[in-house]
């Protein structure tokens, strides 16, 4: 029941920055850890960074450093800046989101349908 849009991908030079943002709407109980996965095309999907309804946060090593995940609870949003990006991190960007639907229920995790982001000059 969990909806999950990306938004902010698009092309940008190499050492620019980009902000991706995840809203989450549905009929959701609570929304607990969420994060961001990205992927090419052959490749493994690999997380990129994590954060807990906290604000506690993970990052993948290729990323520390240069991309900051954020979240804002009041609006069931999560956020991605990308700063000094290389062309390796081109892909998909997946927003990545835990929840229940009820108190009683089980978690759950689904997923959005990704925006790209491409780094090139």
């Known amino acids: 029941q969990v909806h999950l849009v990306e938004s902010g991908g698009g092309l940008v030079q190499p050492g620019g920055s980009l902000r991706l943002s995840c809203a989450a709407s549905?009929?959701?109980?609570?929304?607990?850890?969420m994060g961001w996965w990205r992927q090419v095309p052959g490749k493994e999907r690999e997380l990129v960074a994590q954060?807990?309804?906290?604000?506690?946060?993970n990052y993948n090593a290729v990323v520390k450093g240069r991309f900051t995940i954020s979240r804002d609870n009041a609006k069931n949003t999560i956020y991605l800046q990308m700063n000094s990006l290389k062309p390796e991190d081109t892909a998909v960007y997946h927003c990545?989101?835990?929840?229940?639907?009820?108190?009683?229920?089980?978690?759950?995790?689904?997923w959005g349908k990704g925006t790209l982001v491409t780094v090139s000059s």
């Open positions: 549905g009929g959701f109980w609570s929304l607990n850890d």
């Open positions: 954060i807990t309804f906290g604000g506690d946060t």
């Open positions: 990545n989101a835990v929840f229940r639907t009820a108190v009683y229920n089980d978690p759950e995790r689904t």
